[in-house]
C-alpha cells in the first residue's frame, strides 16, 4: 500500500502562482511514476504532469511552459509549481502515483478568481 498527503492549494488571483506538494509513504517502489491530475466537477480526470524521473515528465498542453513538475527520492515527495494560474486552472487537484498499482491522494483545491 502506497499513502498520498496533499497541501499547497488555496484561493489565488488569476495571474498568481501556486505550489502543491505530494508525500508518498508505504511501500514505495524503486521504479514508479507520480505526478497530478485535476478534475472540475462534471468532467473528467485530467493529467497536469508526470514524472519518472528527472528526465521523464510529460505535461499536458493547457499546462506547459506554466506549470513544473519535479520530485525528490529522498523524500517520495512531488511538486508542482503553478505559475501564470488562469481561472481555467481552478479544479481539484489529485497526486496520483503508479508502479504496479495506482494511488490516488485525496485531492487538494486549487481556485483561481478572475
Known amino acids: 500500500q502506497v499513502q498520498l498527503v496533499e497541501s499547497g492549494g488555496g484561493v489565488v488571483q488569476a495571474g498568481g502562482s501556486l505550489r502543491l506538494s505530494c508525500v508518498a509513504s508505504?511501500?514505495?517502489?524503486?521504479?514508479?511514476?507520480m505526478g497530478w491530475y485535476r478534475r472540475v466537477p462534471g468532467k473528467q480526470y485530467e493529467l497536469v504532469a508526470i514524472?519518472?524521473?528527472?528526465?521523464?515528465?510529460q505535461y499536458s498542453d493547457s499546462v506547459n511552459g506554466r506549470f513544473t513538475i519535479s520530485r525528490d527520492n529522498t523524500n517520495n515527495t512531488v511538486s508542482l509549481q503553478m505559475n501564470n494560474l488562469k481561472p481555467e486552472d481552478t479544479a481539484v487537484y489529485f497526486c496520483?502515483?503508479?508502479?504496479?498499482?495506482?494511488?490516488w491522494g485525496q485531492g487538494t483545491q486549487v481556485t483561481v478568481s478572475s
Open positions: 496520483h502515483y503508479r508502479d504496479h498499482d495506482v494511488y
Open positions: 514524472i519518472r524521473s528527472f528526465t521523464n515528465f
Open positions: 508505504g511501500n514505495i517502489a524503486p521504479i514508479n511514476t
